[in-house]
């Protein structure tokens, strides 16, 4: 199939990677894992048994109303919690091919709805965010803009890091996150080669 780049010829591109199916299932569990593998998961908090103080019965057993041990109890303000939350993984395994095949589905449905723009390159050579603002509207995206070069001068970098929604990536540092939440996708030449060569 073929692909449009703006000013220049069309490029050859392969189907099986940017004509695939979309798979809605698939990509959702792909995107979830990605988010999931991103949580710290360092949220610790005390059981009554882990808690400094005494463990003493603080009034007799009968007589005095509801029954009591010690003020650790987790009725108490200050007492321990319930169920208490330890350090733990979200990691969420997912196979290479799975995600390969998702990284497909979501490029080929940008294609489907005009989402992905090729360009042969930014032509940014100086850090100006007049100058991409300009590049922006002569390639008529707007809203979240993910701009995906190969090798993005720092000129392209610190141009767009004024403008909010915004963000530049190496090729290498693609994930379906930051596809999925995108408007617009706009790739480099270079760029939809080095894709079409990792996932085909």
């Known amino acids: 199939m073929e692909i449009n780049v703006i000013g220049a010829k069309p490029l050859n591109v392969s189907d099986e990677v940017f004509g695939g199916e ?6 959702h569990q792909v995107v979830v894992a990605y988010q999931a593998g991103g ?10 048994g882990e808690l400094s103080g005494t463990t003493k019965k603080f009034k007799k057993q009968k007589g005095g109303g ?3 041990g010690d003020y650790r109890a987790p009725i108490f303000v200050g007492g321990g919690v319930t169920f208490a939350a330890k350090p733990r ?3 969420q395994k997912v196979n290479r091919k799975a995600y390969r095949v998702a990284l497909r589905s979501i490029l080929s449905e940008l294609i489907r709805q ?7 390159s930014f032509g940014i050579d100086t850090p100006k965010t007049k100058a991409m603002v300009a590049k922006l509207a002569e390639l008529q995206v707007s809203g979240r803009v993910l701009l995906v070069s190969e090798d993005a001068n720092e000129a392209t970098f610190l141009a767009a890091r004024n403008i ?3 963000h530049v990536v190496d090729v290498l540092a693609l994930n379906p ?5 995108s408007d617009h996708i706009v790739m480099t030449v270079d760029a939809v080669k080095k894709i079409e060569e990792w996932l085909a």
């Open 177 to 181: 996150v930051s596809l999925v939440g």
């Open 114 to 120: 005009d989402r992905l723009k090729v360009v042969e």
């Open 89 to 91: 993984s979200y990691e």
């Open 66 to 68: 509801a029954r009591h």
């Open 22 to 27: 979309f798979k809605q299932a698939l990509i």
């Open 164 to 166: 909010p929604y915004i």
């Open 39 to 48: 949580r710290a998961g360092t949220k610790a908090q005390l059981s009554r």
